[in-house]
């Protein structure tokens, strides 16, 4: 992992203000923040850990926890929502018994909203691993879960 | 080596990509934007390639893939060039007819034309479109032409002769009094004129200086800058290099949201061919002048589009905003003089100044010059992205652009301006849309999300939605917005599961006023917008909640209940299969019966029954 971290930081630079950049590259490798290599990172650009916390968690592209398998987002914005989309958090939630930003036990599923995605024409959408799922409902998103789920 | 060092030069360049492209061959444009994607355009592309591959129509026939077209609703795109054949909604099976029809023996494909909902008559070109027809298209209209990973397409519509314009002929005074005189205003949601903001930062003292293109476009519904980045970015760093000679800036940032991963991409390339071509870098176009540009990610906050913390966020920091007693033009990034400005700005600029201030004042209305760019989305017939001369009528945007609203339903309300704006009602459709219009009844422009409304939508709940969207993006740096925020939400909370009292309505109104007044940035400032015009135009809606326990539009769950219509009823058993809980039975044709006391009200039932025999009241 540090070998990795390393790569990522000689590639952005030492410099403080790369710390974002860095972090970014780390969640996207890892798909989430591993504490060692938060330690790391602080300690190679000299930046104390509580501070590097403090960015892990105010910036909602990171994660400290590891993902699941299949990352389940559903837009909630306002196109979205007018739509129903609320309604499609809540069927999710129920089917996979976790609240949003939570994994199922088995580590199959993580459970996501996102803010916007700008494809309104969609909306409801759901995005599975990236893919689009355009103009859900509940017994449609039952059918898209069961794909996955075996 | 490509670099060009003089007007003379990309002239010439120009000009003999001109002559390499013919313009009576055919080309088929695929809308490869994000929404397009997600319909599954790329494999439509591919198909037709692979098509034009096999049958070797090379050289009948070019494809490419382009930026948005804007009318997202009919996905995937494919418009034939030259005559401008728009077809709509095209599959992968529809590849080979396009080929052995359109292509080949210049016929038109009837079933895959856009069908006017209002005559039936089906229409061929896309400038009939309904859609286009009332438009005007200056910023959006090339996103459907070129290719933007490819800047050569760019040149050959002009592309980058306003920046040589601007460094051959103009001082950078000059180059500021003409986009003051145009009457340009910041395009991102505050509206302030921007030849000023250019000439502030000109004027204060301090090096080096910085230029910023903002996009982090966090407002949810809004995706016109993606739109223009992903399509075509060139146009947008061309603004910013002429900005940055104006202002005597040496470096520049775009600030990308990250959820926009192709707008990323495709920027990114863009610099890098900037470069090699010498648009960006030392001693561009051999003026002397020297600029360069970085992309930097954003992290996933809404904040973030708020300049000061924005900047904060560039240089590695939590993105807090700070008070702006001095402002960044004079102090901003790293503490020097910072232009900041929205993609959409930045993109009028090389208009500006290829076309002259004039020619741009001569669109829009007294206060607000040119066209704006407005996401037509929600319960609307024709969703997409937009462009119409400021001005335009609100009913004229939903209605003969937007084909009205979905499924026959009533029109209730526009909510304009994201979080900071507000709803709208139907007796101010006739408003016509500028940036002080739209502040006078209550809302604003902000970045030009228009999310329509029907009478299925509750706006209490929508009052609810913003301040919970605001609540989870509140840095917390300031208490009035952090606890404010937090407890008018937990007000119209209440309200919604029918717990609401009284004099709820007087103090949500009392915290509005602090909030105004005390908030450190915008985001605070304007959060109680929501609020306050659903409770000026909507009242009645939250007096409902509140005495009577009800939620008219049937949206609170608390408030509403679910109860099947026997004479309606043919006991299909579509409800049965779906109910999560069993609350639904009876026996097979036979009308079916609903427990209330089981129901979770989740709604699943009332989506699937095609018979109407499921109430919610």
């Known amino acids: 992992m540090i070998r990795e971290i390393e790569a990522i930081i000689s590639r952005h630079g030492e410099k403080k203000s790369n710390v974002v950049a860095i972090l970014q590259d780390i969640q996207e490798k890892f798909r989430y923040l591993p504490r060692e290599g938060l330690e790391y990172v602080s300690r190679r650009l000299g930046i104390p850990l509580s501070q590097i916390y403090s960015l892990a968690t105010f910036y909602r592209a990171f994660t400290l926890k590891p993902r699941g398998e299949h990352v389940i987002q559903v837009c909630t914005g306002t196109a979205c929502h007018v739509r129903g989309g609320g309604r499609i958090v ?13 994994t199922t036990p088995d580590g199959k599923f993580t459970l996501e909203t996102v803010n916007c995605l700008g494809a309104c024409a969609l909306g409801p959408l759901v995005v599975i691993d ?4 355009g103009q859900m409902n509940t017994s449609k998103m039952d059918k898209v879960l069961k794909r996955f789920q075996k | 080596m490509k670099r060009v060092s003089s007007r003379e030069e990309l002239l010439k360049l120009r000009n003999s990509l001109r002559k390499r492209e013919d313009r009576e061959k055919l080309c088929l444009t695929v809308c490869s934007g994000t929404g397009c994607r997600a319909y599954g355009c790329e494999k439509v592309a591919r198909a037709f390639l692979e098509h034009i591959r096999r049958e070797k129509l090379q050289k009948q026939v070019t494809l490419r893939t382009t930026g948005c077209h804007g009318f997202c609703e009919r996905g995937p795109i494919v418009v034939v060039h030259p005559q401008g054949i728009f077809y709509q909604k095209v599959k992968v099976e529809d590849v080979p007819e396009i080929i052995s029809e359109t292509v080949r023996k210049n016929k038109i494909v009837e079933r895959l034309l856009y069908q006017d909902p209002n005559t039936g008559k089906k229409i061929a070109l896309e400038k009939e479109v309904p ?11 090339k996103n459907g032409l070129i290719d933007p990973t490819c800047i050569e397409d760019y040149l050959v519509m002009d592309g980058y002769l306003a920046l040589a314009k601007a460094l051959e002929e103009m001082t950078p005074e000059e180059v500021i009094e003409e986009v003051k005189k145009s009457g340009l205003r910041g395009r991102g949601g505050g509206g302030f004129p921007t030849g000023r903001k250019w000439e502030y930062c000109r004027k204060a003292e301090g090096a080096p200086k910085y230029v910023i293109c ?9 995706y016109m800058d993606r739109s223009l980045l992903e399509g075509n970015p060139h146009q947008v760093l061309e603004g910013m290099i002429i900005g940055a000679y104006a202002i005597g800036a040496e470096k520049g940032y775009v600030y990308v949201r990250y959820e926009y991963p192709l707008a990323l991409q495709n920027i990114t ?18 003026s002397g002048f020297s600029f360069d540009v970085e992309v930097v990610r954003g992290g996933g906050a809404f904040v973030c589009g708020e300049s000061t913390a924005l900047m904060a966020s560039i240089e590695g920091k939590p993105g807090e905003p700070r008070a702006k007693y001095v402002h960044t033009v004079e102090v901003g990034l790293y503490g020097k003089p910072t232009n900041l400005n929205n993609v959409e700005t930045w993109a009028n600029v090389p208009l500006i100044i290829n076309k002259g201030a004039e020619w741009f004042a001569d669109i ?29 009528t609100l009913r004229e945007i939903i209605f003969d652009i937007g084909g009205g609203i979905r499924k026959g339903k009533k029109f209730k309300a526009v909510q304009t301006g994201g979080p900071s704006g507000g709803v709208i009602p139907e007796s101010l459709l006739d408003l016509p849309v500028d940036f002080d219009e739209l502040t006078s009844a209550g809302s604003m422009m902000g970045s030009g999300g228009m999310i329509v409304m029907d009478e299925d939508t509750c706006m209490v709940d929508v009052a609810r939605y913003f301040l919970n969207f605001l609540k989870e993006e509140s840095c917390g740096k300031c208490v009035p917005c952090r606890e404010g925020i937090r407890v008018m939400l ?13 004099k709820d309505i007087e103090v949500l109104e009392e915290l509005s006023a602090v909030l105004q007044d005390a908030c450190l940035c915008a985001l605070g400032t304007t959060a109680p917008n929501p609020v306050l015009t659903t409770l000026k135009y909507f009242r009645e809606e939250y007096i409902s909640h509140i005495r009577d326990k009800k939620c008219p539009a049937g949206v609170c769950r608390e408030l509403v209940r679910y109860f099947i219509e026997e004479s309606k009823c043919t006991g299909c058993g579509a409800c049965v299969r779906v109910c999560p809980v069993g609350a639904i039975s009876g026996e097979k044709k036979k009308p079916h019966y609903l427990q209330e006391e089981v129901c979770i009200k989740c709604g699943a039932c009332y989506e699937v029954c095609k018979f109407s025999a499921i109430i919610r009241e």
Not at chain 1, 130 to 133: D, K, S
Not at chain 2, 214 to 222: Q, S, T
Request: hydrophobic letters at 30%; proline letters at 2%.
């Open chain 1, 90 to 102: 809540d069927k999710l939630k129920r089917e996979l018994n976790i609240e949003v930003g939570e």
């Open chain 1, 130 to 133: 990236g893919e689009y799922y």
């Open chain 2, 131 to 141: 859609f286009y027809k009332r438009q005007h298209r200056l910023l959006l209209g």
């Open chain 2, 214 to 222: 903002n996009a982090d476009e966090g407002d949810p519904g809004a």
């Open chain 2, 269 to 286: 390339r863009a610099i890098e061919q900037a470069r090699e071509y010498g648009f960006l870098g030392e001693n561009i176009l051999g």
């Open chain 2, 364 to 392: 829009g209305t007294e206060g607000s010059k040119g066209t704006k760019i407005f996401s037509l989305v929600g319960k609307i017939n024709c969703t997409g992205l937009i462009e119409v001369p400021m001005g335009m």
């Open chain 2, 490 to 502: 937990d007000i119209l909370e209440r309200i919604t599961r029918g717990e609401g009292e009284e």
